[in-house]
């Protein structure tokens, strides 16, 4: 620290620095943190989409608070919420668009990139072919955006090779939705938490990950909460129940409860006959998964499970809420049907506090699930729909043939599809698989074998962004417009407090200089000038589906908040609202399916020579792999670096005491340096890793596991060895 | 633009301004009437270990990442699955017997006889962390680049504007709350509503904070950064200015022991050593230039005493040591006057350290070990100086150290105190070779084979590491922290 001798002699104590001043809406607080103006926006952090102001003065974010008059968090947010700021003045922000000359990057114009952008990608097309290009996105967009992007790639570029990072995260629930459903789309909302009389919370540690729902939680006082989860999480301790299933048992759980709901005729056969198919196969599948056969897969006793069941029978408004415990998983889309199940068994769906509901986990993972254009056509509409390409085409003035008839790879086959050497040029945006992708190495390898890398980011460096051949910046959150949707559909509205750093773009301006690069601006984007155009193009490919925008407009989210679609026109109120309350779901004959889902041991047992099972999560203070986080100072204070929790008795085994420094060992790879948290909120045999960390990385761990129907890696289980470091 | 002060009249009426459509108007908080003050309540059910009230208070205060006015503990215990783990959060108690304001030695701590509220002025202080060691929670802590210490001071200018606490408003799930508490009654019950596991007993301040405890919570549970022991600040320039003012009183003392067989040289160095160690305490200070206003409070502070009686004593030796090169009259009166400010200075110097927050300072030991350190030098110097006699003397005197010290780490590794046994293992762990050195050194020392010129540069660096050693292996009395609190940096 420099200081004046003034301050070495005590004569200036920095009193401007620390005094305080009297801000017209919030009240005295630090002078330095009083703004000119606070600019309304939403949190870009994760999917519940908390309603912020951020406070600017001479042109710098000097604070942020909580709107009170968002519906979702009522003036609160979470400590990344609360010092978000922080993230847009770091010094890590990518400021120049940087291409790769003799191993180095340099900085190049913007125009100098996009040429050599397209240059590059075309050259590689002509080479190997259209879908010789990849891109991987992200949840971090705002809807107009992803709509913007999808067109971009999809028409523009020609390749369906296209997936988001919301694949490591939703897919298994937009799959499980989809089957279960005939459609994607959250069907329940956040007040459920509070208005539900049974809350059952499966692999979901909100209170670490999201938070702001425990409000909803805490209003919810007559309610019984059942939390599943191997590990004893900060939510498990909110629980009335907890119920500590070995890893990767909950299906046995989730068959078993419907095994009992059927046994002691529990089930509403009405509402069954009426509104679901499947019923007679899944009766007679679950037949076998009585108690006490699920008392030995979950390791909880029969009495446990056939009260859990009971409960749940017996609720009027059970609501089941999980992240990512289901969805990082090789049966996640099949975790979710079981789910699923449970709720249509007993009709208990689409009225206050009954809901299966996932909670999402990017700020905008929605608005990329239904306008991206990736895993889906904008809308939720089909690839294989013939219908439904010649609607899109229609509207979008294209010939039908330009839009593919099914969905290119998944995330995942990206990787192995680059693996191949099918895949030769990527284009990544606003994500860090060096971080967040399991299996590094791999990963590694299939980066190598590419001819051209762009990284589209608001931050460089980063691991991925060190690997790029041009990195483009971006403009973040706090510095650009649009949209985002949370995860209970509801729509809020997304503002620019500040510019971007150095030459920085939105992302939607990245995206409209490329097209025009192409020469296809006025082909994909006529007459756009900014992402209310986009928008606006999106309320009407919206319309009429489940996810109708079209009655949402700016000035509605600008004047009257956010709005939860469905929400066709301003008659709509703004009331919670709820999907499937009438029975009818979004199959052909409306009805919703019930799927008799196995359970299947994880895929990696334990042995001798990796005797624990790895679990894997996340810790409040940071937000996935710590691009923006880690630039912020008090955050980064207080979650340093990642640790290892280990049970005592396994601690004691080894030979490893408190804050020793430990190596894990998988058959993939090692992670060295760990402090060793030795505590009782794991299990003996289990070990937990957050994998926030590069540094300390658990994707050198896992394994390329995926879920067949979703594509979604199996991050949460893993076999490995833990050693004291050398 | 300074602080406005409270200027609240009494029927001020409390609820929060809210100034969205959602109101979430708290209950009305009245002003605090006679026999009342405000305090914070916290409620352990309800905390989820969020963390937002540390962000919004750093936030609030504008503080640099290093300190944090409000801290969130983490406790845990039982057996999987039972496990159980809760968070402790808090900011200043505002107790009914601060112990940062009763050793203030400049009256920067004031206690608002209108709210409660335990304030404390930048402006006044000169820095010298005294508050720091004498809080049990570790609430004000040194801002490094002002050169003051900070606390909590329930954001009362928020509060007088009916509006609450940064903490307050940010918790998601109204965990922290302030409210009032009749200050007879809850001096009557000792604060016992004050008390959680991981916290020191709440009636040695009179913590006002009222605490909700989770039914049947686990007595036993173990604050998260139980096992990170990690070594306290060194305060170099207080090592030396202990180590150099016993130095010059010992030196005085045995002067005034020898009688006319004194050397007059010794005269000169033991003054010369008074006068160094003056300096090295202004290096303590974040706001040296504020040095004087340190003796303000010797009514109350033993660190104003200990400034006044070495201030005392640097003019009484320096006028005694004239006298004896001079060889004037008046050097009797002034040796006396010297021994007399210097001896009070010392037993100061010990009272400042026997504070129950700092449990392994907070005995008599600390006293005696400051004393021998006086004795060994003092008598060195004036052998050194040329009265052999005191040779013997020299040895005896830090045998009696080294004993004490040994004595020391014996008796805190069977301690009943958490923090005392944290100490001993400092000692005996990543110390262990200090701890060897110090002991070694005193041995050398006590050989009365050793010529005292030779003796006395050795004593004075095993005195020097001895202090070293007095600072780092404290473990202070603090609020549980979490896992990662007090490591250091990425």
Partial sequence: ?726 | MSLPLLGRTADASFCRVTTGGAAVAEPALRAPGAGEQYRFHFDMTKCIGCKCCEVACSEQNNNPVEIQWRRVGELEGGIYPLAERFHLSMGCNHCLEPACLIGCPVDAYSKDLSNGIVLHSAEICIGCQYCTWNCPYGVPQFNEERGVVGKCDMCHNRLSEGRSPACVSACPQEAIEIELVNIAEWRATGAFAGNAPGLPPAEHTMSTTRITLPEGINQTLKKADYHRVRPEHPHWPLVFLLVLTQMAVGGFVTLLALGSAAPKLAFLLATAAGHAALGFSLLHLGRPAHAPRAMKMWRRSWLSREVLFFTLFAGASAAAASAAWFGSGLLLPLHLAAVVTGLAGVVASAYIYMVPARPAWNTMRTLAEFVLTGAVLGLLTVAACGANETRLWASAAAVAQAALFAGKVVSMRRAYEFELRQSARLLERPLRRHTAWRLGLLLLVAAPVIPAWIALPVALGGEILGRYLFFVSVVPRNMALSFFSGSEAA
Wanted: overall charge neutral; charged content about 20%; aromatic content about 8%.
């Fill in chain 1, 1 to 726: 620290m420099k200081k004046s001798w003034k301050q070495m002699l005590g004569l200036d104590i920095l009193a401007d620095k620390y005094s305080y001043a009297n801000d017209a809406e919030y009240g005295y607080t630090s002078a330095e943190k009083v703004p000119e103006r606070w600019v309304s926006t939403t949190c870009g952090y994760c999917s519940v989409g908390c309603g912020m102001k951020v406070g600017v003065r001479d042109g710098r974010a000097v604070a942020v608070r909580g709107d009170e008059s968002h519906p979702v968090n009522m003036g609160k947010l979470c400590p990344k919420g609360l010092s978000e700021h922080h993230t847009l003045q770091a010094k890590s922000r990518a400021r120049y668009p940087l291409l790769k000359r003799g191993g180095r990057l340099e900085r190049v114009t913007w125009d100098n990139a996009l040429e050599t952008m397209v240059g590059r990608f075309g050259e590689i097309q002509r080479k190997y072919g259209a879908q010789s290009l990849g891109v991987l996105s992200t949840g971090q967009l705002v809807t107009e955006e992803f709509y913007a992007l999808g067109k971009l790639v999809q028409l523009g570029f020609g390749t369906s090779n296209y997936d988001g990072n919301t694949t490591l995260c939703m897919a298994s629930a937009v799959s499980g939705y989809k089957r279960s459903f005939g459609s994607d789309g959250p069907p329940g909302a956040y007040d459920d938490l509070a208005q539900a009389d049974l809350v059952v919370l499966i692999g979901a540690n909100i209170a670490d990950n999201h938070p702001i729902l425990c409000q909803r939680l805490a209003e919810n006082t007559g309610g019984t909460v059942i939390v599943v989860d191997p590990r004893v999480t900060k939510t498990a301790m909110l629980a009335d129940i907890h119920l500590p299933v070995k890893p990767r048992s909950d299906i046995a759980l989730l068959n078993g409860i419907a095994h009992v709901l059927i046994e002691e005729g529990m089930v509403d056969t009405a509402y069954v006959e009426a509104h679901t198919t499947g019923f007679a196969e899944l009766k007679a599948h679950l037949a076998k998964y009585t108690p006490a056969r699920v008392a030995e897969i979950t390791g909880l006793s029969e009495s446990q499970i056939v009260l859990v069941a009971r409960k749940f029978g017996q609720a009027r408004a059970p609501f089941v809420g999980w992240t990512m415990g289901v969805n990082h998983s090789t049966q996640g889309a099949e975790t979710v049907n079981a789910i699923c199940n449970l709720s249509l068994l007993t009709g208990k769906l689409g009225h206050a506090g009954a809901s299966p509901f996932s909670i999402t986990g990017q700020c905008n993972a929605m608005g990329s699930r239904e306008a991206s254009f990736s895993s889906a056509l904008p809308g939720y509409r089909k690839f294989e729909d013939g219908d439904h390409r010649a609607e899109l085409a229609a509207m979008w003035n294209v010939p039908v043939e330009e839009i593919p008839s099914k969905r290119g790879h998944a995330y995942p086959d990206v990787i192995e599809a680059m693996v191949k050497k099918q895949i030769r040029g990527l284009w990544i945006i606003a994500t860090n698989p060096l971080v967040s992708f399991p299996n590094y190495d791999v990963l590694m390898q299939a980066l190598g074998n590419l001819e051209f890398l762009v990284v589209q980011d608001g931050f460089h460096p980063t691991p991925t962004t060190e690997q790029a051949d041009l990195v483009l910046p971006a403009a973040i959150w706090g510095e650009k417009e649009g949209t985002y949707t949370n995860s209970e559909r509801r729509v809020s509205k997304v503002n620019a407090a500040v510019a971007p750093p150095g030459e920085a773009l939105p992302d939607f301006e990245i995206f409209m200089r490329t097209a025009g690069q192409m020469g296809l601006r006025e082909k994909l984007f006529p007459g756009w000038t900014g992402p209310a155009d986009a928008f606006a193009e999106w309320r009407r490919v919206s319309k009429g589906r489940l996810c109708d925008y079209s009655g949402i407009t700016y000035a509605l989210l600008e004047t009257r908040g956010p709005v939860q679609w469905p929400h066709t026109s301003d008659e709509h109120g703004l009331e919670t609202r709820r999907l499937y309350s009438d029975g009818q779901f979004e199959y052909a004959d409306g009805k919703a399916k019930l799927f008799p889902i196995e359970w299947k041991p994880e895929p990696e047992p334990v042995n001798g020579r990796y005797p624990f099972i790895l679990n894997t999560g996340r810790t409040v203070e940071h937000w996935h792999t710590r691009t923006k986080t880690g630039a912020v100072a008090m955050l980064e204070r207080m979650s340093p670096r990642a640790w290892l929790e280990m049970n005592p008795s396994d601690a004691e085994g080894l030979g490893l005491e408190m804050h020793d420094r430990v190596t894990i060992v998988s058959r993939r790879g090692a992670v060295s340096g760990v402090e060793l948290r030795v505590t009782s909120i794991v299990a003996p045999g289990q070990v937990f890793l957050p994998f926030h960390f590069f540094e300390y990385n658990s994707n050198r761990l896992t394994m390329s596991a995926f879920d067949p129907i979703s594509r979604e890696p199996n991050f949460k289980q893993c076999a490995v060895r833990v050693e004291r470091s050398v």
